[in-house]
């Protein structure tokens, strides 16, 4: 009768009817748990915000000394593909040098070897003097 009249909380109290009628026993629900405040939620989320952020920082410093590691391996290689890139005088194996030196100076920080990296780039400067191109690409990102 009250389901048809449209009485307010019928469905609930239908439901907890039938509960006690089969001895059903009420799931734990989030009546019985805490309330938590707005404020309190909002620090929940940025504290596993931090964490998420940190995770991730974390990763990525991983990442970069696995790439660091693989470079320093192949430092070598990479210096002789430098001056053979700077041998054609284009402005786009120019800009392919520069990645390689950027990458390099990462790894000589890495290191701790950026003293030896600078004397390098040093003398780089001193036998392309006349690559304007060059030595403007090194000054604009901070290796003259």
Same mark, same amino acid.
């Given at each position: *009768?009250?389901?048809?009249?449209?009485?307010?909380?019928?469905?609930?109290?239908?439901?907890?009817?039938?509960?006690?009628?089969?001895?059903?026993?009420?799931?734990?629900?989030? %009546?019985?748990?805490?309330?938590?405040?707005?404020?309190?939620? $909002?620090?929940?989320?940025?504290?596993?915000?931090?964490?998420?952020?940190?995770?991730?920082?974390?990763? @990525?410093?991983?990442?970069?000394?696995?790439? /660091?590691?693989? +470079?320093?391996?192949?430092?070598?290689?990479?210096?002789?593909?430098?001056? =053979? +890139?700077?041998?054609?005088?284009?402005?786009?194996?120019?800009?392919? @040098?520069? @990645? %390689?030196?950027?990458? $390099?100076?990462? +790894?000589?920080?890495?290191?701790?070897?950026?003293?030896?990296?600078?004397?390098?780039?040093?003398? *780089?400067? =001193?036998?392309?003097?006349?690559?304007?191109? $060059? $030595?403007?690409? /090194?000054?604009?990102?901070?290796?003259?």
């Amino acid at each position: *009768m009250k389901v048809a009249t449209g009485e307010i909380n019928v469905g609930i109290q239908l439901t907890n009817r039938l509960r006690e009628l089969f001895k059903i026993p009420r799931s734990e629900s989030n %009546h019985d748990a805490p309330k938590r405040s707005f404020s309190q939620l $909002l620090e929940n989320a940025n504290e596993q915000m931090q964490q998420r952020q940190q995770r991730e920082k974390l990763a @990525a410093q991983q990442q970069k000394i696995r790439k /660091l590691e693989v +470079l320093a391996k192949n430092q070598d290689k990479v210096w002789s593909d430098i001056y =053979k +890139l700077l041998e054609f005088k284009q402005s786009k194996t120019y800009d392919q @040098a520069v @990645a %390689h030196l950027v990458d $390099l100076r990462e +790894l000589a920080e890495y290191q701790g070897k950026l003293e030896e990296f600078k004397a390098s780039i040093k003398q *780089m400067q =001193k036998d392309y003097s006349t690559r304007t191109g $060059l $030595l403007s690409r /090194l000054k604009k990102i901070g290796l003259l």
